[in-house]
Every structure is written in structure tokens, then in C-alpha cells.
């Protein structure tokens, strides 16, 4: 069965720090890819999404994710995180095009000011 | 992009009881999907909403727990029956598939917030 794994549950960063967090699946034909982030007390919200073209997407508050297809990966990272971005964090994959999408385990992010 | 309504945005339940969450979309989508996030955990899919026809159910999910409609393309309602505390959970519609440049990006409504006592 398809799956998505996120390998950090929960990462503390300072102010400034990068950031990147880690998102693999495991389907070896076409996927969309997508980011999605959930502010404390707040509803999902679309990051950034990869369909087709550039494997590095740029989504929005300067947060960016590369496509590795031979990984099997797509990774989220950040060069300079700020308190606002405390939040989880969940990848998500759309197989076949179908748009049922497999969710990773979300990662909680906790940005200390 | 396509923005997602959903109602209520919270409640509390009693045991036994049944509540339906409607979800309105503000242009016509050719999908439309029901999530369930349980208390700190990811988002794991209900069913898929068919227009027209029976929703299709994702394994460990059943019609007769959450039945679903969707009687056109912008709209659909979940139902939790029978309701138990294990269903405390927020419920997320899902849409996509409007077409344009927002091609099969998934949209998600801000959750129905259940909790049952």
C-alpha cells in the first residue's frame, strides 16, 4: 500500500535557524506532492504543491520544497524560521491523480523566540 | 483556488446521537472528499463524495457509521450516527478538481470540531 513517512515528529528550532523537514513515499509512478500547514487553533492551509516542471516549488511564506524522484522524497525547508511558523506540518501525496490524498504523521514545529 | 465552508465549525455531541456537517464550495469541483483528524494525529480519508451516487468508503469506514450525499458539485454533507466518544475528531471536507490553474489542487474547509461527552 501506498505510504508517506515524515522522519521528524518534532523539532525545536531557534529564530533564524533552517529549517528542513523530511517527507518520503513510497509509489513509483506519477504523484502530485503537496505541503500543508496547521497553525495552532487554525484549519489546514495549502504551503506550496508539485505537479509537474521545476522539481524546486517556492510556496508562500518562504517556504520551499525540491522533488527528488529517484528519493522518492520532497522535503520542505526554510532558510530562516520565525516564531510564526510554529506549527504542524503535514506532506501529502495525491497517487494517480485521483485526488485522494495519503498524509504523512505531521511533524510539529516549535520556534523559540 | 476554491474556498471551502463548513458547518457547524464545532459542537458537542451526546452519546447516541447523530449530527451532519454540511460542506458548501464556492465554485463547481469534480472532487470532493471527507477527512477525519483524530486528537493529535494526521488526516486519514473517510470516503470519497460522489455526485449522484453512493460514496465510495475508505477501508475501516462504512455507509451505515458516516453516511454521505452530494447532491451537486458544491455541495455534500457527512453524517456521524450513533455517536461515541472514539468519534471525537475534527471532520475536513476536501475539494479539488475546479480546473484552471488551480488543476487538481486539494482545498480543505476549516474542519468541524466534535467532541462527544
Known amino acids: 500500500a501506498q505510504s508517506v513517512s515524515q522522519h521528524n515528529h518534532h523539532v525545536i528550532l531557534s529564530e533564524a535557524a533552517s529549517l528542513e523537514l523530511g517527507c518520503n513515499y513510497s509509489?513509483?509512478?506519477?504523484?502530485?506532492l503537496f505541503w500543508y500547514v496547521q497553525y495552532p487553533g487554525q484549519h489546514l492551509q495549502l504551503l506550496l504543491k508539485y505537479f509537474s516542471g521545476d522539481p524546486l516549488v517556492k510556496g508562500i511564506k518562504g517556504f520551499e520544497a525540491e522533488f527528488i524522484k529517484s528519493k522518492f522524497s520532497f522535503n520542505l525547508r526554510k532558510p530562516s524560521v520565525q516564531w510564526s511558523d510554529t506549527a504542524e506540518y503535514f506532506c501529502a501525496v495525491n497517487i494517480k491523480n485521483t485526488g485522494k490524498l495519503i498524509f504523512g504523521q505531521g511533524t510539529t514545529l516549535q520556534v523559540k523566540p | 483556488s476554491a474556498v471551502i465552508s463548513q458547518k457547524p465549525s464545532r459542537d458537542i455531541c451526546q452519546r447516541g446521537t447523530s449530527l451532519t456537517i454540511q460542506c458548501q464550495v464556492d465554485s463547481q469541483v469534480t472532487m470532493m472528499f471527507w477527512y477525519r483528524q483524530q486528537p493529535g494525529q494526521s488526516l486519514t480519508l473517510i470516503a470519497t463524495?460522489?455526485?449522484?451516487?453512493?460514496?465510495?468508503?475508505e477501508s475501516g469506514f462504512v455507509i451505515d457509521k458516516f453516511p454521505i450525499s452530494r447532491p451537486n458539485l458544491t455541495f455534500s454533507t457527512l453524517t456521524v450516527s450513533n455517536m461515541s466518544p472514539e468519534d471525537s475528531s475534527i471532520y475536513l471536507c476536501s475539494a479539488g478538481g475546479a480546473g484552471g490553474n488551480s488543476g487538481n489542487t486539494i482545498y480543505f474547509g476549516e474542519g468541524s470540531w466534535l467532541t462527544v461527552v
Open positions: 463524495a460522489n455526485q449522484g451516487s453512493e460514496a465510495t468508503y
Open positions: 509509489y513509483g509512478g506519477t504523484v502530485n
